[in-house]
């Protein structure tokens, strides 16, 4: 996110089972001295909650007060042996200059077309930070 006081809109189900979720803002990376990228001084903009979005679609919007890099996190920690299958959407709406305008302009996170160019280098990337990286939650597309 480049500007303060954006908003994150999220939007997302499951089938069949609940989920774990939360948002952070990445506070610093460090590459440790075994190569491995640790994240640290992380803050919480959205506190860990367990939704029924097997039941109900769950939305909502969090003001992001500070630029910088924010992780969305669906935790399956709990319930390894259920795999769960996610449909979601994301969007930004970011106040327009200059200031004095009210308005607020929409910008999607990913389109669909992005996240099948692009899956496999965002994997990649995970990997290079999270070498056993694996994904846990099959990811279906809801299209626009």
């Given at each position: 996110?480049?500007?303060?006081?954006?908003?994150?809109?999220?939007?997302?189900?499951?089938?069949?089972?609940?989920?774990?979720?939360?948002?952070?803002?990445?506070?610093?990376?460090?590459l440790?001295?075994?190569?491995?990228?640790?994240?640290?001084n992380?803050?919480?903009?959205?506190?860990?909650?367990m939704?029924?979005?097997?039941?109900?679609?769950?939305?909502?919007?969090?003001?992001?007060?500070?630029?910088?890099?924010?992780?969305?996190?669906?935790?399956?920690?709990?319930s390894y042996?259920?795999?769960?299958?996610l449909?979601?959407?994301?969007?930004?709406?970011?106040?327009?200059?200059?200031?004095?305008d009210?308005h607020y302009s929409?910008?999607?996170?990913?389109?669909?077309?992005?996240?099948?160019?692009?899956?496999?280098?965002a994997?990649?990337?995970?990997?290079?930070?999270?070498?056993?990286?694996?994904?846990?939650?099959?990811?279906?597309?809801?299209?626009k």
């Amino acid at each position: 996110m480049r500007s303060s006081q954006t908003i994150l809109h999220y939007l997302f189900t499951t089938l069949e089972y609940n989920i774990g979720f939360s948002i952070e803002r990445i506070g610093q990376l460090k590459l440790s001295q075994g190569g491995i990228w640790e994240e640290l001084n992380n803050e919480e903009a959205l506190r860990y909650q367990m939704v029924d979005s097997h039941l109900k679609q769950i939305s909502g919007n969090v003001l992001l007060q500070r630029p910088g890099v924010y992780k969305i996190i669906w935790h399956n920690s709990f319930s390894y042996m259920k795999p769960k299958t996610l449909k979601y959407r994301l969007r930004l709406l970011e106040k327009q200059s200059p200031a004095s305008d009210p308005h607020y302009s929409v910008e999607d996170l990913f389109t669909v077309n992005d996240l099948n160019e692009k899956e496999e280098q965002a994997y990649k990337a995970l990997r290079q930070v999270y070498p056993d990286f694996v994904p846990i939650v099959k990811i279906q597309r809801s299209p626009k």
